[in-house]
């Protein structure tokens, strides 16, 4: 196994997911139990813990949801055909049977395999603010996850910010980063937009929103989403809202928003009430598309014909599962809406940071990389901190594999 070189990995002590007994979980308990000898009765004591475990999950999950109800969307969104009955629609119905029954649940939960966290921290090459002023305009550094940091047109701009150690409404529980964010939120330059693809955990971060809004000039979003913004703080002036094939030029710099197929919502209680997308970037003849979340439908082959074709798509692979096809896609699926776009190279992105599935950590990118060479797709794995030149973008290490998997 090789590993990237030493002097361009610094992980900063950062600690990983592992389990110290003093702090662990009672579901997590239940779980070391289950992989002690069996006793009957120890069985039904183990029932009995996850049950409970499950009761309490379900009461947080409730509380939080009641704390997270979103201001009551002051846009007119009748006007889009995106919204019906006071929630956003994606343009093919749900088939049945798309969403996880009670059994994926509760292994999602409860039954995980050990490999889905890696056993050591992701190396990360840190960034500090003088790379980052001597970096050439159309760099774009991969931060983590679904968050990445581009220089256009000599302003930066951020992709769906998470600098927080979990993606969750929780400070204490919840999916724990695998890696430090490359670069601090205070070491950061003045940021001239954020794009934000939709209300998730995973993609909108209250604090790191709270931490930007002071350095950021402005926030696209879809519609519904800013008014979330709003109540966090961020002044209404620095909010644009758009609807799918909508957008604004900044900078000279033109961003639009165009459809995804997914859904949005913080809790139990406002399901759907923000809009959800994916994003175009186009700095003069550079076109950059970004995935956003999406499950894979006709918008793609719509986008590619009305944009396409594209340099670098960054493209959602990870936290897929077939209990969920409708919202996640595929590696299959993420490579064939890369073609369906007329990308050219493809960075996958939403993995690497967060434990979101069943799948292996690192099973996105081995099976992008298989995929890539079947069907002739350019692929780029950028380590985290690393960047991409969009002007020549380069395949760059398989930093993944120097790692020891569980
Ligand atoms: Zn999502
Ligand atoms: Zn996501």
Not at 218 to 235: A, D, M, S
């Amino acid at each position: 196994m090789r590993r990237p070189p030493p002097e361009t990995i610094v992980t900063g002590g950062y600690k990983c997911n592992r389990v110290r007994s003093a702090t662990v979980p009672e579901w997590k308990r239940a779980r070391r139990i289950e992989n002690a000898p069996t006793q009957p009765h120890n069985k039904e004591m183990r029932k009995r813990t996850k049950l409970i475990a499950f009761l309490i999950l379900g009461i947080i999950i409730a509380m939080t949801a009641a704390t997270n109800i979103p201001a009551k969307p002051t846009g007119d969104y009748t006007t889009s055909p995106q919204y019906r009955d006071g929630h956003f629609r994606n343009d093919a119905p749900k088939p049945k049977g798309a969403d996880p029954d009670a059994g994926t649940m509760w292994d999602f939960f409860f039954n995980k395999p050990k490999n889905t966290v890696p056993s050591a921290p992701v190396p990360v090459k840190m960034i500090t603010r003088a790379d980052l002023d001597a970096a050439p305009d159309r760099s774009v550094y991969r931060l983590g996850h679904s968050t990445l940091l581009m220089k256009l047109q000599g302003s930066w701009w951020l992709t769906d910010p998470v600098f927080s150690e979990r993606a969750s409404p929780f400070s204490f529980a919840g999916p724990k980063r695998f890696h430090a964010p490359p670069i601090s939120l205070s070491e950061l330059p003045q940021i001239r937009g954020v794009i934000l693809s939709h209300d998730h955990y995973d993609h909108l971060d209250a604090a790191t929103i709270k931490q930007l809004a002071q350095k950021t000039d402005l926030f696209l979003t879809p519609l519904g989403v800013g008014e979330r913004l709003q109540r966090w703080g961020v002044p209404a002036t620095k909010i644009q809202q758009f609807d799918w094939w909508q957008g604004t030029t900044v900078g000279g710099v033109k961003f639009t928003a165009t459809p995804a197929q997914h859904f949005s919502g913080r809790g139990l209680r406002d399901g759907n009430k923000t809009l959800w997308s994916s994003w175009v970037i186009q700095d003069g003849d550079k076109k950059i598309f970004f995935s956003g979340d999406s499950g894979y439908f006709k918008g793609f082959a719509e986008i590619g014909k009305r944009f396409g074709p594209f340099d670098v798509t960054f493209m959602e692979t990870g936290a897929y599962n077939t209990a969920w096809p409708y919202v996640h896609m595929q590696p299959e699926e993420t490579v064939q809406a890369h073609i369906d776009l007329q990308g050219g190279w493809m960075v996958p992105i939403h993995n690497g940071t967060f434990d979101l599935a069943m799948h292996a950590w690192y099973e996105p990118f081995d099976r992008v990389i298989a995929l890539g060479a079947d069907r002739g797709v350019k692929i780029a794995t950028p380590m985290m901190g690393e960047s991409i030149d969009l002007n020549a973008p380069a395949a760059g290490t398989r930093w993944w594999l120097g790692m020891e998997n569980p």
